[in-house]
């Protein structure tokens, strides 16, 4: 658990995350694709993220 909220990661998937909540091991994050549209909200993992984009 080394991201904080709203910190921005990209994926393993290309895709980039906003972190919105951290809970036991998991993120909970926004998920947008290349075009910048909003796939889904979602739960990962250290293992999903590939590096950090931006952080705050």
């Known amino acids: 658990m080394?991201?904080?909220v709203f910190d921005v990661v990209e994926l393993?998937?290309?895709n980039l995350a906003t972190i919105l909540d951290?809970?036991?091991n998991t993120y909970?994050?926004?998920?947008?694709?290349?075009n910048?549209?909003?796939q889904k909200i979602t739960k990962i993992t250290d293992d999903d993220i590939?590096?950090?984009r931006f952080s705050k």
């Open 12 to 14: 393993n998937n290309n």
């Open 36 to 38: 910048g549209k909003m």
């Open 50 to 52: 590939r590096k950090l």
């Open 2 to 4: 080394k991201y904080k």
């Open 22 to 24: 951290k809970e036991n």
């Open 28 to 34: 909970k994050v926004e998920e947008i694709d290349n």
